[in-house]
């Protein structure tokens, strides 16, 4: 079956540092990727997409590129903040179906 | 922003009752889904609904779970008898179109705390 697979966390960074989340997945179709983001207290928030290999996803400085080679769907911020603080969920959706299928999760802690 | 919306913000329960939870998806939008999440795990999918039936559902979603679409605005779930384990945040979400790849937008969930 479809499985998402993230780096554990807490991940802690001091502010402007370089970030990157590891995302990889196995799916029977051609999935399409996301990377949602959780801040605390509030719901689940989708920060980018990308819907076919080699498309680069985008949003508020965080980036990740769908690589079906590596089966692999990392984000990547070159310079964190402390507003970034929150728990990120890589999922996938595989093709013909209504469900999502979410990693673990990984919490982020930056600090000033 | 055209935004989910959920009642209540958490809810405690007696193990055995039922409880409704309630979701308000975007208005314009066509499926709709229930997840929930344990605390310390994974978000986990219950169920789509789509034209007042239910499209997909998983193993979690057993003879205990239900949905309703009971008008033209509100998406409910609900737990005839809940047990212990039922305890976890439940999310609803809500996407516009029928296509694959499609966002679906979540709302704040609801935490169910079972006695």
């Known amino acids: 079956g479809d499985s998402v697979t993230q780096m554990e966390g807490p991940v802690t960074l001091s502010e402007e540092a370089f970030l990157t989340i590891n995302c990889t997945y196995t799916?029977?179709?051609?999935?399409?990727l996301f990377w949602y983001v959780q801040y605390p207290g509030e719901g689940l928030q989708l920060l980018l997409k990308?819907?076919?290999?080699?498309d680069k996803g985008s949003n508020k400085g965080f980036e990740a590129t769908y690589r079906k080679e590596t089966t692999s769907f990392h984000l990547e911020k070159g310079s964190v903040q402390v507003s970034d603080s929150a728990v990120y969920f890589c999922?996938?959706?595989?093709?013909?179906?209504?469900?999502?299928?979410f990693g673990s999760g990984t919490r982020l802690q930056v600090q000033p | 922003e055209p935004e989910v919306t959920q009642t209540p913000s958490h809810q405690v329960t007696q193990m055995g009752q039922e409880v409704i939870l309630r979701c308000v998806p975007i208005s314009n939008h066509l499926y709709f889904y229930w997840y929930r999440q344990i605390l310390g795990q994974k978000v986990e999918f219950l169920v789509s609904?789509?034209?007042?039936?239910?499209?997909?559902k998983s193993e979690i979603f057993d003879d205990q779970f239900s949905v309703e679409r009971p008008d033209g605005s509100n998406f409910t779930l609900k737990i005839r008898s809940t047990k212990l384990e039922d305890s976890a945040m439940y999310f609803c979400a809500s996407t516009e179109l029928a296509g694959g790849g499609d966002t679906q937008y979540f709302g704040p969930g609801t935490r169910l705390t079972v006695l």
């Open positions: 999922a996938l959706l595989d093709t013909g179906r209504r469900a999502l299928t």
């Open positions: 990308a819907t076919k290999a080699d």
């Open positions: 609904f789509y034209n007042n039936e239910i499209s997909e």
């Open positions: 799916a029977t179709g051609y999935p399409s």
